[in-house]
């Protein structure tokens, strides 16, 4: 397998744009294009190509143990690359593609080895984004995408969050405004008979619910081994440079390591000792979680950019999309014995 050091890094001029054709012609030369999806942007290149695969590891600075995501055009292209083991992804499928939920299926030998990280399942969606599923629709291969950060850092939901990590590595960026969900794509997988959810994401636990009329079993990070099975749910993902606390109660004085420090805030609604920060990032003031994850990655990703020691994240509520807003918060948050 190649290492950093062995790929020889190209340096690009990076350009944004909405250009879908340019985007489909670069992708079928084997470069990678930044790409939008309802999630977050992804740095897509052709699943199929083991070197197109070693790319994006590389330009992301990603582990090779770590897999990726593929995208498809539709829901009819997921035979060619796995096989729908459960009737339960398939009702999950037509309910929810295109959008933001990737299924774990077995994956067939279509799929090149690097994508899964050697694992027997493959993630798979259907993005919904517009231009994306305009894109995949001029390709006859499917799109690996990871999120467009560099590996452990905030995810982009703007082209200009891409351009500011991506410039020079990458040559084009498709623009498709600000990400509509702006949390990746809830992972859910089948054990023995037993759904399970890997990563919280853009469709919510209860929504799952309803539609199957079963309850996942929910990975909490850290906390259970087989979390290992989505590997990107490791701790420290995520994480601004900035340290990030991740506090319950609003109400609570700081604790004393914080006192001196210029600090900044992310809340749900406004503070009412928001006097104690010096910059507030509220995420929806109607208190609308929907809302509040469109804009979280900004507010962590401009905090992280002005001149304050630490941000301080505050838990919004356990419910609908707050599950994944609060796991963000708690994996991007600094660990404290
Ligand atoms: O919303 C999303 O899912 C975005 C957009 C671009 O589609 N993509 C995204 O990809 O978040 P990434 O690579 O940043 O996160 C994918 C996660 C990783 O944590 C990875 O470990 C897990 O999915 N994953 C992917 N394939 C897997 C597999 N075969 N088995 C277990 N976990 C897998
Ligand atoms: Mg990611």
Partial sequence: MASA?????????????NDVQKAASLLEEGELVS??????????GNALDPRVVVK???VKNRPYFDPLIVHLPHLDAVESYAHWSH???KVLAKHFWPGPLTLLLPRKNTIPDLITSGLPRVGLRVPSHPLTLELLSKLNFPLAAPSANPFGYVSPTKAEHVMEQMAGKI??????????????????????????????????IEHIIEVTGRYPRVL?????????AAPGMTDSHYAPAKPLYFFEDPSKPLPHFLQDLSVGSISLKSLTNSSRFVNGKVLSEKGDLQEAAVNLFSAIRSLDATRIDAIVAYRVPDTGLGWAINDRLHRAAVKRA
Avoid: H, W
Avoid at 5 to 17: A, H, L, M, P, S
């Fill in 56 to 58: 994006i590891f590389e």
């Fill in 5 to 17: 050091n062995q790929v020889n890094r190209k340096e690009y001029i990076t350009e944004i744009g």
């Fill in 171 to 204: 040559s084009y960026i498709l623009d498709g405004g600000s990400c509509a969900v702006g949390v990746e794509s809830t992972i859910i997988g089948m054990e023995e008979d037993e759904l399970v959810v890997y990563r919280k994401g853009g469709v919510t």
């Fill in 87 to 89: 009737p339960e992804f």
């Fill in 220 to 228: 909490s990070q850290g906390s259970d081994p087989k979390a290992l």
């Fill in 35 to 44: 790409i939008p999806t309802e999630t977050v942007y992804g740095l897509a």
